[in-house]
């Protein structure tokens, strides 16, 4: 390999590359662009596109695609080549600034909840130039936004791109009360911590579950799991370790600043963790990194799973949120400061989370919510499914004696009046300990730990920006033109503690107490996709997110109706993969071992009372109850799946889905993992939980 610098960014059309191939003024306009959003000039977008042209072929490119995230969850890209015909009979390779800055997808099959009829299919991209564009394969991919011919959103950059435009006007209307004037942009900051697992590609082939669904539909209990954590933190295999080598350089090529990783707790679990980024960047980047892990580990012979709870009885995988907010002149907001005045600055940023994640739990909770992520959420290895705040000791005492005007005793030991008095100093490392918290301050960040590993963390980001936004603009309008700053914001942060305490929690998380702790505080629980998914349109949040022009009314009800199907859709596919495996796998190779054992009995019987036949005989008991129970759990769940199609909306279809779907599967599942149990091993139709969560070394 060349050395880490070369390689870094070299699939990537960056500041580096715009600087040596623009002429002066087209690059500081498009800087301009890039750093403050101003619109870009026609005449420097053709200059944009001829260099990004050039530099692309030279990289080998033949085509180019707007890429972009339609609500499926994953990427999507057409892809155009740059030929075109000459007179002379032979091609040319144009590429211009329009086709750089506007795209028109016929895209009338894409998930859009009802907002585009197929007579009007076409939708339009429209380029992100704040996301560099870069090479993959022999494409140049360029960053778009998604969008309806009439200009709804269809895709997760649009909204968060929105959602950082509100949070950066209420946030600098914020910083000039406190007379930060050189500010002029505020952006939030993600470094999204990847979890996954890696499996032998051979053994994930021969699992129908697994092909279809990502996760394992069956399998009994392997002797040995995750408990002893002895894989937490374990050396890396060779083999593992060679994927983490070229996936590193994979991600680095295209500027995905991938910086660690590390064993999980589970066997054959992983993480990878970047450096962070301005948010969208962190959301094009973590789209990129799983779709290149997933790629790389079929160069290994290996496979990489994404999916929130691949195996039942061992962790899932999640995806650790890390959330800060930045302003242009490179201080971090979240940041407690040096004196007494960025101290307050602090602690009223940090009461707009506080705030935000209390009024917007449900907000957040959605965010997060698919079918696979119900399994993780709450089972003993991810958060609940109800939202709280870790702050640590240190700092909750901290608001406690500002909340109640009592002197605080870990430092000065005396009363904290807010702009004169700097804080006690809290160590980070004091912070940063409770990992059963769904969203914890670590220090000058926070941690939301909800968002699930395959999911797109632009939800999750869309959703914490505009609530966060909100915060500040109660602030900024009750803050602006009052004569005693320092005051009113004493009194303000007073109320903001006082009001927003009881989303405040620094214990377990797991503990069973707490869900009823919680209920008692009035915090939202809601444990499944169907619980919390009809409150988007709840009449506070489409206030919300319309105040903040991050959507409007139909698109939030479109939304609504495509998680809701994608929950249905999801399931659905589970259940139809687990009747196919049951019908055409288990039952018959249970059958015929059952018929084996009959033969064998048969035959000691005939040997008369001498010849015991214990084996056999409990074995066919057991098996064959076990098909009984699997042939009317199977029938069973054909008829919830036909009945939850017949519902009358999505929102009944996803209930259906939830109530009498999913215990059947576990029905089925329970009985065929019983017969694993007794079957002879060589005649099991897929491989064991043994064999793929130890079977790579
Ligand atoms: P850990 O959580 O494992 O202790 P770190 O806290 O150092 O590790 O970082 C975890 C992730 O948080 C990394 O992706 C890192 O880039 C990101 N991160 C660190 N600081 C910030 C910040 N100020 N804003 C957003 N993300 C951050
Ligand atoms: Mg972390």
Known sequence: ???????????????????????????????????????????????????????????????????????????????????????????????????????????????????????????????????????????????????????????????????????????????????????????????????????????????????CCGRTLFGARPPKGQERSDHYFGAIKPRVAAYMAELNEELWKVGVLAKTEHNEVAPAQHELAPIYSVANVAADHNQLTMEIMQKVAIK????????????????????????????????????????????????????????????????LRLSVATASSDLRLGANEAPPAVLSIFLGDELSAILKAIEKDEPYHGGPKKILKLGVDTLPDFARDNTDRNRTSPFAFTGNKFEFRMVGSSDSISCANIMLNTAVAESLRQYADRLEGVSDFEGALHTLIQEVIKGHKRILFDGNGYDEGWLKEAERRGLCNYPTTPDCMPHLTDPKNVELLMRHEVYNKVELQSRCEIMLDNYCKTVAIEANTM?????????????????????????????????????????????????????????????????AQIAPDVHAESRLIRDEVLPLMNELREAADLAECWVDGKEWPFPFYCDLLFGVR
């Not at 019908?583 to 018929?595: F, M, R």
């Open 1 to 211: 390999m060349e050395s880490v610098a070369d390689v870094f960014g070299s699939l990537v059309f960056d500041d580096r590359v715009m600087k040596a191939t623009l002429s002066q003024g087209a690059y500081q306009s498009l800087k301009k662009t890039i750093d403050e959003g101003a619109p870009l000039d026609p005449a420097v977008a053709n200059q944009v596109a001829d260099a990004m042209k050039e530099w692309a072929i030279g990289k080998g490119a033949t085509h180019f695609t707007h890429w972009f995230q339609p609500l499926t969850g994953i990427t999507a890209e057409k892809h155009d080549g740059f030929i075109c015909p000459s007179t002379d009979g032979r091609v040319l390779m144009e590429f211009g600034g329009k086709e750089l800055i506007k795209g028109e997808p016929d895209a009338s099959s894409f998930p859009s909840g009802g907002i585009r009829a197929t007579f009007e299919a076409r939708g339009y991209t429209a380029w992100d130039p704040t996301s560099y564009a870069f090479i993959k394969g022999k494409t140049l991919c360029i960053p778009t936004a998604f969008c309806s011919y009439g200009g709804e959103a269809l895709d997760k950059k649009t909204p968060l791109l929105r959602s950082m435009a509100a949070l950066n006007r209420q946030a600098l209307r914020v910083l000039k009360l406190f007379g930060d004037r050189d500010v002029k942009c505020v952006r939030p900051m993600v470094g999204p911590e990847q979890e996954y697992f890696l499996v032998d590609k051979a053994m994930f082939e021969k699992r129908e579950d697994l092909v």
């Open 579 to 643: 009747l196919d495996m049951a019908h055409k796998q288990i039952l018959p190779a249970v059958s015929e071992y059952v018929g084996k054992l009959c033969a064998t009995g048969l035959a000691k019987k005939s040997f008369g009372p001498a010849v015991p036949a214990r084996y056999e005989k409990e074995a066919v008991a057991i098996l064959s109850s076990a098909e009984d129970k699997m042939v009317e759990a199977s029938e069973a769940l054909s008829k919830a799946l036909v009945n």
């Open 300 to 363: 290994h012979g290996l496979m990489c799973l994404l999916h929130e709870k691949p195996f039942a009885g061992v962790n899932g995988s999640g995806k650790h949120n890390n959330w800060s907010l930045s302003t242009d002149t490179g201080v971090n907001l979240l940041s407690p400061g040096e004196t007494p005045y960025q101290n307050a600055r602090f602690l009223l940023f940090l009461c707009a989370v506080i705030q935000a994640v209390d009024d917007y739990q449900d907000l």
